[in-house]
């Protein structure tokens, strides 16, 4: 099944440069938990789809980025995307381009848990400006 899950993660990313969220939302289990440190505006735990939709709506409205992946780690019912987030502050149009870390989690075929890992230090950078 791990393959499967590496071609459903793919597909999903390419959706996200589409801007294709119901797609996106369509390979989530409904119970599914989001979890990105409460460091950056859009970071904290969220559960359930509609808490996953604020995640995205707050993340969407404070910055536009693509997520460039160099490499999966297929590691059976967990895959590792590894790779960079590119993009820009919407509010000053400041430039980022920091390195992720996704670890997701999958079960009967849709994801139950999203990690997201990145440098925050980098990303707060970029950030700074529309903070003052």
């Known amino acids: 099944m791990s393959q499967e899950n590496v071609k459903m993660l793919q597909s999903g990313y390419d959706a996200f440069r589409r801007g294709d969220l ?47 992946l160099d490499h999966f780690v297929d ?23 920091v390195p992720a870390v996704h670890v997701w989690t999958l079960k009967d075929g849709k994801a139950i848990r999203f990690e997201a890992y990145i440098d925050h230090p980098s990303m707060l950078q970029a950030l700074q400006s529309q903070r003052s």
Do not use: C, M
């Open 22 to 68: 119901p797609f996106i939302f369509n390979l989530f289990d409904p119970d599914i938990e989001f979890y990105q440190s409460q460091e950056v505006p859009w970071g904290g735990q969220y559960k359930g789809l509609d808490q996953v939709k604020e995640f995205f709506h707050k993340l969407t409205t404070t910055i536009e980025s693509q997520v460039e």
């Open 75 to 97: 590691a059976g019912d967990r895959v590792v995307a590894v790779g960079h987030t590119r993009g820009k502050v919407r509010a000053t149009g400041k430039a980022f381009n």
